[in-house]
């Protein structure tokens, strides 16, 4: 695997744009372009572009692939039907996450798989080394650019871009469509608590449609968005990073997301040493926390105490712009990891109080 930072279609473009670019996961992305504040606002009280392709796209194909896909992943590819999707679980012999991912149906035996970016090589090396030989498993990553467009105007936008010949995919679906001379994968998972929808199409067509979105979205208040927004906007909805709140070391029992495990599944990778988790019982727990009073943000790997005991450390952390305070999440021992469980945050040798919330962190009207 190469050390070369990766670039986006739309990297140019964001320069252009004037974003602020980062190293994430070996990409270079936009953190921001006016604030973080700002734009995780503008998601929340409107619309918000953000360019996910640096996210990675496998296809699989073949009337064997629902099988396979189902030896490797959590979830239940068999209750897939055509046009829908879920979020899953890539795992590897001791029940510990490789990825997280979405899996999508898009034909009888067509699958795409969406995986996060600082794992696409990881993650195809790994099912490769497992595929049945009559399946056809291509990495098109390179091939696609993605955008997601999040905000309560979302089903606006989708009208006056696509027109009134399309309808938007209902939550957790997909369609093909084409427009443009072009074949657009249409989706509705999302990751802000918002409405909203994701596009993947063809990666040389990626500036045109970004500004496109852009001009069609100016009346509806739309703004371009970073890295800084997305992981405000998911933080507040308690929803995992792989590579911080998931990792090989914690299963999705610990992550508190056994509900996309399917035990029911005569088999797949890592389902044993599930089993032996669930039944001896889960030792530690993935909980929001919100901090009970102002302080500097809390960032992750900072010290967790109860008492003069400390019981772990922050995954994640930020300070929350809708709620005005301290948030993250952190791995707890059982014990401690109970709704309105008061616990300490070492900030740069300071303690502040903090309390264990119930997820999500953010709900609409509080």
């Known amino acids: ?187 509705n998972t999302g990751y802000t608590g918002e409405d909203g929808f994701e596009i993947f199409f063809p990666s040389q067509h990626a500036t045109t449609v970004w500004n496109q979105i852009l001009e069609k979205g100016a009346n509806f208040g739309i703004k371009p968005c970073g890295l800084g927004a997305r992981d405000t906007l998911r933080l507040e909805m308690c929803y995992p990073l792989n590579g911080s709140d998931l990792s090989a070391d914690h299963t999705p029992l610990e992550a508190g997301l056994s509900f996309f495990v399917d035990f029911q599944k005569e088999n797949f990778i890592g389902r044993e040493a599930l089993l032996k988790q669930k039944a001896e019982g889960v030792q530690r727990r993935l909980v929001p926390f919100r901090m009970t009073e102002k302080s500097p943000p809390p960032r992750p790997h900072y010290p967790i105490f109860k008492g003069d005991r400390q019981i772990g450390e922050i995954t994640s952390g930020t300070l929350s712009p809708t709620l005005n305070i301290g948030i993250g999440m952190a791995y707890l021992p059982a014990e401690y990891a109970r709704i309105n469980e008061i616990i300490e945050i070492d900030v740069r040798g300071r303690r502040y109080p903090a309390v264990v919330e119930k997820k999500p962190l953010h709900r609409k009207g509080n």
């Open 1 to 187: 695997m190469s050390d070369e930072i990766k670039k986006t279609p739309l990297y140019d473009e964001h320069a252009r744009q004037g974003a602020k670019l980062v190293e994430f996961g070996g990409w270079l992305m936009p953190v921001h372009y006016t604030s973080i504040m700002d734009e995780h606002q503008a998601v929340r009280n409107s619309l918000g572009l953000f360019d996910i392709s640096h996210m990675g796209q496998f296809l699989a194909s073949g009337p064997e692939t629902g099988q396979w896909l189902n030896r490797l992943l959590t979830n239940n590819i068999n209750r897939l039907e055509i046009g829908e999707c879920q979020y899953t679980f890539l795992l590897n012999e001791q029940g510990g996450v490789i990825d997280d991912l979405i899996a999508y149906r898009y034909n009888e035996n067509d699958y795409l798989l969406v995986v996060n970016a600082s794992k696409i090589e990881e993650d195809f090396a790994w099912m490769n080394s497992h595929r049945d030989s009559s399946v056809e498993f291509k990495n098109c990553s390179d091939d696609f650019a993605g955008l997601a467009i999040q905000g309560p105007q979302a089903i606006q936008l989708f009208d006056l871009y696509f027109g009134p010949q399309y309808s938007r995919p209902a939550r957790n679906e997909i369609k093909s469509i084409q427009c443009d001379l072009m074949e657009f994968f249409i989706a």
